[in-house]
């Protein structure tokens, strides 16, 4: 079992910053973000493999979000900036014990609770 704790959303007028991170409590070969905005579907965002330091960025973040890993603390940071009052969502973050599925968002093993950020305006 591994747990998966995200930090550090918050509240953010449009064009800020913020900087998300996900701990880990045990070794991943994977870790992505997702988010999930009020009446919609979940959807990935960013994905790193956490050993070959690849990432993997959806069209919607691509140049303002950057992933980067701290393998010795099994976490992994997301810093957002140019944010927009459309990146309002749930961040989650989720992450693969295995390879079996090496798919950029799909096949997740275990799951954290979630963290709100709101860009205002």
């Known amino acids: 079992q591994v747990q998966v704790v995200e930090s550090g959303g918050g509240s953010v007028q449009a064009g800020g910053s913020l900087r998300l991170s996900c701990a880990a409590s045990?070794?991943?070969?994977?870790m992505g973000w997702f988010i999930q905005a009020p009446g919609k579907e979940r959807e990935g965002i960013a994905t790193?493999?956490?050993?070959?330091?690849?990432?993997y960025y959806a069209a919607s973040v691509k140049g303002r979000f950057t992933l980067s890993r701290d393998s010795a603390k099994n976490t992994v940071y997301l810093q957002m900036n140019s944010l927009k009052p459309e990146d309002t969502a749930m961040y989650y973050c989720?992450?693969?014990?295995?390879?079996?599925?090496?798919?950029?968002?799909?096949?997740?093993?275990?799951w954290g609770q979630g963290t709100q950020v709101t860009v205002s305006s």
């Open positions: 989720a992450a693969k014990i295995s390879l079996s599925d090496d798919s950029w968002f799909t096949g997740y093993d275990y």
């Open positions: 790193i493999y956490t050993d070959l330091d690849i990432s």
């Open positions: 045990g070794y991943t070969t994977q």
